[in-house]
C-alpha cells in the first residue's frame, strides 16, 4: 500500500491541525495506521494508532486528550486531529500501514512497513 501524508502547516500554540493520510494500492481496511513524527535532532517517535476496523486506539501519552486518530476505510483515508497544538509538537509526521488480519493497533514503528513522506508540523508560541 502506498500512503501520503498531508496537512501540515505553521500554527501558532493552541491551535488545531488535521492531517490526512491518503492510500493507495491496497485494501486500506487490511491494515492498522500509525501515525509517527520527528522532531528536529530527534528520533521518531510514535504518535497514535487504529486497528484496521477502527477500535482499537492508543495514544502516545504527550499527545492524549489533545490528538485523535481516526479512519474512514470508504475513501482509504485516515486522519490525525490535533488539537490544542504545543510548541514541542513540532515536527515531520509521518503515517505508516501494517498488513493484519487482525485488530491489533502497533505502537512500534519497527512493525510497521509501510511509510509514507512526512508533513511539516510547526507549531510557534
Known amino acids: 500500500v502506498q500512503l501520503q501524508a498531508c496537512g501540515g502547516g505553521s500554527v501558532q500554540a493552541g491551535g488545531s491541525l488535521r492531517l490526512s493520510c491518503a492510500t493507495s494500492?491496497?485494501?486500506?481496511?487490511?491494515?492498522?495506521m500509525g501515525w509517527f513524527r520527528r522532531a528536529p535532532g530527534k528520533e521518531r517517535e510514535f504518535v497514535a494508532t487504529?486497528?484496521?476496523?477502527?477500535?482499537?486506539?492508543f495514544y502516545a501519552n504527550s499527545v492524549k486528550g489533545r490528538f485523535t486518530i481516526s479512519r474512514d476505510n470508504a475513501k482509504n483515508t485516515g486522519y490525525l486531529q490535533m488539537n490544542s497544538l504545543k510548541p514541542e509538537d513540532t515536527a515531520v509526521y509521518s503515517c505508516?500501514?501494517?498488513?493484519?488480519?487482525?485488530?491489533?493497533?502497533?505502537?512500534?514503528?519497527?512493525?510497521?512497513?509501510?511509510w509514507g513522506q512526512g508533513t511539516l508540523v510547526t507549531v510557534s508560541s
Open positions: 505508516a500501514a501494517k498488513y493484519t488480519v487482525t485488530g491489533v493497533a502497533p505502537t512500534q514503528k519497527w512493525e510497521y512497513d509501510n
Open positions: 494500492g491496497r485494501t486500506f481496511s487490511d491494515y492498522a
Open positions: 487504529i486497528s484496521r476496523g477502527g477500535k482499537i486506539t
